[in-house]
């Protein structure tokens, strides 16, 4: 799904839009709380790679949030 493709992006190191854009559309869907701390993980790594580092952290939190 969205997540799979999202961190297909981010293992090949391209395309970091649109590895948000399908993370941010997997939250959308309410997913599970794993699937919840992954997507906000990957929203965490695009972040960071775009320089985005308050984004980054944020995100980051909200993973470790959704892990508990």
Known sequence: GYLELARRNLERNERFDE???LARK????DPA???RALAHFLLADFYS???RHDLSR????LGRQATQ
């Open 19 to 21: 590895g948000v854009r």
């Open 58 to 61: 944020q995100h980051a939190d």
């Open 26 to 29: 997997a939250l959308e869907l």
């Open 49 to 51: 790679r775009l320089g």
């Open 33 to 35: 709380p794993r699937d």
